[in-house]
């Protein structure tokens, strides 16, 4: 399955909620699903009722285009967390979570996921001193993930120090702004990954 390169507002209009896609514009006057909130598709037409099926497809769908992963590699994820100890739901999202991509966008360098996967691929960031250009790479507790020296006098790195001070994140990561740099203190809970997500059916999708 090839990347999806078509209007993303679509995709948050199919789930029926705001997957936060296009960064700062979600949250203006601006964003596709507050004009326009209806499924895509053709208007004024009865939808059947959505079977238990339909439900958990919808809810793998959601999770996976949340972080911007394709199918095959959604599955793999799931693989791996079923064999991990625990919860396979939580530790499913606790992967996807842990990308380099999501917790460079969490930090706050970046105001999408796509923006971050962009800024991971380009070189701009570095883990514990090594440059990485991967950005499914699995950051672990205690790693450091910081603008690589060479960028850091970029303008765009320049203006996001504000933006870093100011930013929301989750108490399993440290930023310092100065520094361009943060830390993973510790593997979030699921308490700390989005409550709106119900990785539970996800498992029952793949459990049939």
Known sequence: MARYNGPVCRLCRREG??????????????????????????????????????V?????????????????????????????PGVTGE?????????????????????????ARQLVSHGHFAINGRATTIPSHQVREGDRVEVREASRNSEYFKQSKDRLRSAQRPDWLTVDADKLAGNVTALPRRDQMPLELNEQLVVEYYSR
């Open 17 to 54: 909620m705001k997957l936060f896609l296009k960064g700062d514009r979600c949250y203006t006057r601006k964003c596709g699903f507050e004009r326009r909130a209806t499924p895509p598709g053709q208007h004024n037409v009865r939808r059947r009722k959505v079977s238990e099926y339909g």
């Open 56 to 84: 958990q497809l919808r809810e793998k769908q959601k999770i996976r285009r949340t972080y911007s992963v394709l199918e095959r590699q959604f599955k793999r994820y799931f693989e791996t967390a079923e064999e991990r």
């Open 91 to 115: 530790n499913l999202l606790r992967l996807l979570e842990t990308r380099l991509d999501n917790v460079v966008f969490r930090m706050g360098f970046a105001t999408s996921r796509a923006q």
